[in-house]
Structure formats: C-alpha cells, structure tokens
C-alpha cells in the first residue's frame, strides 16, 4: 500500500547558548520542519553520524570545537552531502574562513527571519536536487548492470550455436556458409567482449567487484598474453617483442602483488589496442623496475614498469587527457566503445598503481602502466 505521508525535512541546528537553539526551534518548527538541537560541536558530529540530517545550522563561536572546525570534520567524513549553514556575528573574514572550510552559506546574527527561511529552503532545494540526481545515478547503474548481465546469456548461446553451425554439427555446410558464419562469430565475440567489459566498469563503479591479491610475477603475465595475441599480430604481419632488457635472473624480481584476472585483462587490452591500431612495424612491450620518491622525503617506491608500445596511428595531444575516461572514444574509425581504458585505469588505481600515456599522431603511443613492487 502507497503511504500519503509526506516527509519531513529534518534541521539539525547547532548552538552553545540554549535561548538561540529555542528560538531556532521555534521559528522552524512553525514553518513545518522537524527539528533536532546539540548544544556542541562533539555532539553534532555523532548525530550527524548516526542519524544524517538533510541541514545542518551551525553557530561559529562555540567552546572546545567550533563551527569551522564541525565543518571541516563533516565534510571529510563519510555521509553523503548536507548543507551547513553557519551562523555568524564575525566580520567578513570569519565568513571567507567558514567557506573554505567547506560551508554553503552564512546568515549573521541578530538575523531577520524571512531572510533564515529564504536561505534554509534555498538550501534544502539544493540539497533535494543532488539528492535526486544521485538516485538517477545509482538507477541508471543499476539498470546497466543488469541489462549487461541479461545480454551476456543470449550472446554465449549464440557463439555457441555459431560455432556448431562451423563443426558441421547439423548439417553440411559449404565454405561460403563458413565464411558468412565465421563474420558473424566475430561480430557477436566483439559485442560480448564490449557486455564484459560494461559489467566490469559497473561492479567498479557499483562497489561491488571484488579481488583476490597474491604475488604474481608480471612477466608470465605478459608473456601468456603474448602467446593469445601473437596469431592477431601475424594476421598483420606485426611483430610483438618483450625486452626486460637485462639478464635472465633479473626477471625473477618482476613481481607485483595484485588479482592476475584483472592484471591479465589490462595487459591484454593494452597489447590488444596495440595491435588493432598498428598496420605497419611492430609493438614492443618492455618491462624493468623503476624507483621513484613518495611525497614524504624520507621513503622510496619501487615499481614495476610496464611499457606497451607501437608504431600505429599515435593519438592527438588534445585528446590525450581525456583517454581514460568512461565512453571516451577516439576519433579514428577503428574506435571501440571507450570503456577499456577506462576499465584498465579503474583496476590499476584498485592496484594502487597508475597509467600514462605518451602519443604523437603518425608515430605511435606508449602507454606505461606502475604498479608497486611485490
């Protein structure tokens, strides 16, 4: 049954003198809101925490923890948005200061009360948007996920088929069946390899993908890759080449600790755009061990290096800081659906890596992958 009851906007108002806190009370109360009162910043920060309010209205000048510092403390946790409005008898300084500390608007003390209640709605209108926009969000995600997980079932059942259609399974089929089939396999393997991959940016993007991280050593990693990918290069007359540039034993030390599914899928995209980008020369994949500073002076990093490189078409400087972004696609014809790099970006952050690339049209690209020494 469908509840007429319409929900109130709870205010959570904040204030070390109790007559303010009535007063608020009683004004807000009056024009319908549900009211809640902490008479310090401790107290507003676990009420905040465990009941989140839809506005906050916060007084600066309060003992032990003041307005700018609850919302500091608030803005840095972990509940989702609420406005704060801070209530000031300072002079402009005090209000540049509650603003950059993370604060949506002020009012000042003695204040008129048609002007409150201008800046409360003002405020709980922002917050109903975001809101609101956040639920279209998570229902579009939703509806991604499913929608990919539902596609992915009718597309295995089809290149199943296909592939009994090529063995002769039903009947005789003749080579220019074949051919036709074979055409229709390979649509139906790219459109499948596109679903995968829009389900695995929406488990990213959703919370809900999980890794399992072991010690791997990267160069079997690539060199399995390779040995899948090799026949697509040789289609092209491309040659792949791994160079760890150094002796055998070197490559013992190329360990990273992370999931080897979703390592596997990176490198496999990374040598797979490779090959699909490049008619002439060859892709070179390098590997080596790098040590870099961290931001604290006193601590290192070592990293293992990935470099992927070809002689393709190279990508334009413009377009270059926006390659991994989700449905980013390049300009040539040859474009997928822009998800993979975003995909593989998303699972070296996860790794607590990072991925760059370096292009020149006409020349080729180099895209680098760093991921922590295991």
Not at 250 to 268: K, P, S
Not at 288 to 309: A, F, G, I, Q, R
Request: glycine share 6%; charged share 25%.
């Amino acid at each position: 049954m469908l509840s007429d009851e319409i929900t109130k906007d709870r205010i959570l108002a904040v204030d070390d003198t109790p007559d303010n806190l009535i007063l608020l009370q009683t004004i807000l109360e009056v024009e319908g809101y549900e009211i809640d009162l902490a008479a310090d910043g401790a107290a507003a920060l676990k009420y905040i925490e465990e009941s989140p309010p839809d506005l906050i209205l916060l007084d600066v000048m309060m003992p032990l923890m003041d307005g700018y510092e609850v919302t500091r403390r608030v803005r840095s946790s972990s509940v989702p948005y609420i406005p704060i409005l801070l209530l000031t008898a300072f002079n402009d300084a005090s209000v540049v200061e509650g603003l950059d500390a993370g604060a949506d608007d002020f009012i000042r003390k003695p204040f008129d009360q048609d002007e409150l209640m201008a800046r409360v709605r003002s405020l709980l209108r922002l917050k109903h948007s975001l809101d609101a926009q956040r639920a279209m969000a998570r229902a579009r995600e939703d509806f991604v996920s499913r929608l990919t997980h539902d596609l992915r079932t009718p597309l295995v059942a089809a290149d199943r088929m296909l592939n009994l259609f090529l063995q002769d399974i039903f009947c005789p089929t003749s080579d220019e069946m074949k051919q036709a089939v074979s055409a229709m396999l390979r649509s139906n393997h790219n459109l499948l390899e596109m679903v995968n991959t829009l389900l695995e940016v929406s488990r990213f993007e959703a919370g809900q993908k999980t890794m399992r991280f072991e010690s791997y050593n990267l160069l079997e990693i690539v060199q399995e890759v390779v040995q899948e990918l090799n026949t697509l290069a040789q289609e092209k007359n491309l040659t792949i080449k791994i160079d760890t540039g150094t002796e055998p034993e070197y490559n013992n030390t190329l360990n990273v600790i992370g999931d080897r599914l979703e390592l596997r899928r990176v490198v496999g995209n990374l040598i797979g755009n490779a090959i699909k980008f490049t008619d002439v020369g060859s892709i070179d994949v390098h590997l080596y061990k790098s040590t870099s500073k961290n931001p604290s002076p006193d601590t290192t990093s070592e990293w293992v290096v990935l470099e992927v490189s070809d002689t393709g078409y190279g990508i334009a400087e413009e377009d270059q800081p926006y390659l991994f972004e989700r449905f980013r696609q390049g300009k040539h014809k040859r474009a997928g659906s822009g998800l993979g790099l975003h995909l593989s970006r998303r699972i070296i952050e996860t790794h607590g890596g990072k991925i760059e690339v370096a292009s020149e049209l006409g020349k080729g690209s180099t895209f680098s992958v760093y991921l922590p020494a295991g």
